[in-house]
């Protein structure tokens, strides 16, 4: 039994003094007040339920579609653990139906393998729209094929995730992979309010990064953005980074979903823990410049950002409570993953999963499954 002694801890829904902290076998066994450290192991700062994030395309200088392997898996789960993220779903962006199928044996090796921090695979497309493409490849947006279709609902791969657009794939086929357990997100979308609400009713559970790459919010036209704001049960993904959504942007988010139902995501690329200024990919040169990430012409392609970062982002610049930022960094994601009753919180039976902060959120230390994997 491994002890730990928090003098701040924040459990996922309260904030508690001088807390004890026992470990089983990678869970936790019980957490009681104490009065003194009484020899466990000192967690300096505030002890939080470490970061869940659904939306990582690379990080430590690699990016999951270039290199669709175990040993990215490896590096990116690693990269990210510093900034305090214990899981995440690596997100291969569209591509290929064989890089697809190598990027999914990665992470069924990962899974059988328990490598630390991945919990699953995020397809974001190919079946997206192409006037909302984003930097996704357009030669590579496509319907949905039978061997799309069985590698979605394929049961060695964790959790499954498929960022689709609405308006071309239709509702049989949402209904069918929903049947199979895949976690439908919608986004690289045009659809109308009404086709969005389609999808919903059909069980699309989450909108990916809300705002970037879907239809607006205009006066007389809903759209995807407002079908996802007026929409009370999904989840929305924020990039809260100050290059990809306005800050009243995001607050009218929060404000229209509550903290319960806003996650946020870093949509990193491989720059993240790493110091790398130029990638390529698809045959696309993404420079970048501070915390932006760009391709000639200036379009966004993915973040630079960090988990910790964003957390700070919520509490300095949009004035969320600390609570509110940590709750939209780890018990929401995990909640809309289904893992309520595993991560998320710091509760007995929980994963030992959890960051320790500075007062200005930066991450002194990660742990996995009660063992320290940084700091
Ligand atoms: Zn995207």
């Not at 020899?39 to 200088?61: C, E, K, S």
């Not at 729209?129 to 060695?156: N, V």
């Not at 069918?176 to 357990?181: C, G, I, P």
């Not at 229209?256 to 696309?284: N, Y």
Request: charged residues 15%; glycine residues 8%.
């Amino acid at each position: 039994m491994q002890r730990f002694f928090a003098e701040n801890l924040f459990d996922g829904k309260t904030i508690k003094n001088n807390q004890i902290i026992t470990v089983e076998a990678g869970i936790i066994h019980s957490i009681e007040p104490a009065a003194a450290q009484d020899n466990a192991i000192q967690l300096n700062g505030l002890v939080a339920p470490g970061f869940v994030d659904v939306q990582v395309n690379g990080g430590g200088g690699v990016l999951f579609n270039n290199q669709p392997s175990l040993e990215t898996l490896m590096t990116m789960s690693r990269a990210h653990q510093r900034f305090g993220s214990t899981a995440m779903l690596p997100t291969l962006i569209t591509d290929d139906f064989a890089t697809m199928q190598q990027a999914a044996n990665a992470v069924s090796a990962a899974i059988a393998q328990n490598v630390k921090g991945i919990v699953g695979i995020h397809f974001e497309g190919p079946h997206l729209s192409q006037p909302k493409k984003g930097i996704h490849p357009s030669q590579h947006i496509r319907q949905i094929s039978p061997e799309e279709m069985a590698l979605f609902k394929r049961t060695d791969l964790g959790l499954v995730c498929v960022t689709l657009a609405p308006e071309n794939v239709s509702i049989e086929v949402i209904t069918e992979l929903v049947q199979a357990n895949v976690i439908i997100c919608l986004g690289h979308s045009n659809a109308s309010a009404e086709q969005t609400f389609a999808a919903l009713q059909a069980g699309a559970q989450g909108f990916t990064h809300l705002y970037n790459a879907m239809s607006p919010l205009q006066s007389r036209a809903a759209g995807m953005v407002g079908a996802a704001l007026v929409d009370a049960s999904s989840y929305c993904g924020l990039i809260v980074d100050h290059e990809h959504v306005d800050m009243t942007s995001c607050q009218l988010a929060i404000k229209c979903k509550t903290p319960e139902r806003i996650m946020l995501v870093t949509d990193a690329m491989s720059h993240v823990g790493s110091d790398q200024t130029e990638l390529q990919f698809a045959g696309m040169q993404i420079n970048r410049e501070g915390n932006k990430l760009t391709i000639e012409g200036g379009r966004l392609a993915g973040s630079a950002l960090d988990m910790a970062s964003a957390v700070r982002h919520c509490v300095e610049d949009l004035h969320c409570s600390m609570q509110d930022a940590l709750k939209m960094a780890s018990a929401t994601p995990a909640t809309f993953l289904g893992m309520q009753q595993q991560k998320g919180y710091l509760a007995p039976g929980y994963a030992a999963d959890w960051v320790v902060l500075t007062e200005q959120y930066h991450v002194n230390a990660t742990y996995i499954a009660g063992e320290q994997v940084f700091g």
